[in-house]
């Protein structure tokens, strides 16, 4: 009976354990995206839409630098290029090469439209933001926040 | 021997063996009474339950405020659009995307930013970008020349490859908006780069981060032999000189 006591506590001591370390690892963590990311929210939330994700990961193992920073005339500078939807359509900034031709056309909104609402315009995982406090909104916010 | 002698060695053999026997009875079969009165008592054992509770409670308290490297922020690093904290996970085109841990299968890796070495990825000829929009085959102008810029201060002298850059980058990215191609003319300091002006247009945001990991990639000739700390000019009247 007594081992049988003895049983219980363990099991009991291994549960409580168990569920610290689960409470533990369960918390909400700030999910990082990657790395140069760009959140492009100029006229996005205004408009109803999601704000745009540019994946500079994703262009860089198909092009260079120099051929969207020289040739089409995209500045270094986040939500610095002011482009919009005619611009596109025009054949400017994204439209140069996202008309169907040599990447998937414009009707994929939700492709580039794809960030979380109210997002602001920014470099994701940057040093500078990576130093400072982040200003955007947390996909979790922590329980005792709300 | 006399009869009495013979008693003698009998009596004794007898205590011994009186005494063994009950040593061995004591050794042998433990104090089963104690054990009975242990086990049946229910009180003690609920008593034992409620400390030894306690006790796992406090040590758990412990234990989770107290964890290792708790302020060494580690984060799992290229996690698919979904799970990434920035693409809505309500957007069904989120799903589509490519996730970058497939992109970046095979390529040589890094321990910061991407996580890929990018300009060994090109040297390699695992990727191939393309220097030209739609022209595949047009390769970029790859001027090898390093240029040394002499720290003030203890850290390792600054080397610019220009080959790296080239690789990606035309002349006119960086010249001569961002840096004025003649020896001398460009004022470079850490904080200006960290502000996002000269090499941290790019560096610190999409090329790679600045980090403790990253400041030998720049800082990389070491001082001459003779080389001292300069003596600081600033005086009681001037502290900030």
């Not at chain 1, 260079?64 to 611009?87: E, P, S, T, W, Y």
């Not at chain 2, 758990?60 to 920035?86: R, Y």
């Amino acid at each position: 009976m007594a081992l049988n006591a003895q049983r219980r506590n363990l099991g009991r001591s291994a549960v409580f354990a168990m569920m610290a370390s689960l409470t533990a690892f369960a918390l909400p963590q700030v999910a990082h995206a990657e790395y140069a990311d760009v959140v492009i929210n100029n006229y996005a939330d205004a408009a109803g839409m999601r704000p745009v994700i540019f994946p500079h990961w994703f262009h860089r193992v198909r092009f260079r630098c120099k051929v969207c920073h020289a040739d089409l005339g995209f500045q270094f500078k986040a939500g610095g290029n002011k482009i919009n939807m005619a611009k596109i359509i025009d054949g400017q900034f994204c439209g140069a090469c996202h008309n169907g031709e040599i990447a998937w056309s414009v009707e994929n909104c939700g492709m580039c439209h794809s960030g979380i609402p109210g997002t602001p315009t920014h470099f994701h995982g940057s040093t500078v933001q990576r130093l400072i406090a982040p200003t955007y909104k947390a996909l979790e916010k922590p329980a005792d926040k709300k | 021997m006399s009869y009495k002698a013979h008693a003698r060695w009998l009596t004794a053999l007898v205590t011994m063996l009186i005494a063994v026997t009950a040593w061995s009875s004591e050794v042998l079969q433990p104090a089963q009474p104690a054990a009975v009165e242990w086990s049946s008592s229910t009180d003690q054992g609920s008593v034992f339950a409620a400390i030894s509770e306690s006790e796992v409670m406090h040590l758990a308290d412990v234990s989770s405020a107290n964890t290792f490297n708790q302020n060494l922020k580690k984060h799992e690093a290229n996690l698919p659009p979904p799970e990434d904290g920035i693409h809505d996970p309500n957007n069904e085109a989120t799903f589509a995307l490519q996730p970058p841990k497939v992109a970046f299968k095979g390529l040589p890796e890094s321990t910061f930013g991407n996580q890929v070495d990018w300009v060994k990825s090109i040297d390699q000829k695992a990727l191939a970008p393309r220097w030209d929009r739609v022209n595949p085959d047009e390769e970029p102008f790859v001027l090898d020349m390093d240029i040394v810029r002499p720290v003030k201060a203890s850290m390792p002298d600054v080397v610019f490859p220009h080959r790296q850059h080239t690789e990606w980058l035309a002349c006119s990215n960086c010249h001569p908006a961002i840096f004025i191609p003649q020896k001398g003319a460009n004022q470079i300091s850490m904080s200006a780069i960290l502000l996002g002006e000269k090499c941290g247009v790019c560096h610190g945001k999409v090329s790679f981060p600045i980090e403790t990991k990253t400041c030998k990639k720049c800082h990389s000739k070491p001082k001459p032999d003779d080389w001292k700390p300069p003596l600081s000019s600033a005086t009681v009247n001037n502290p900030w000189k």
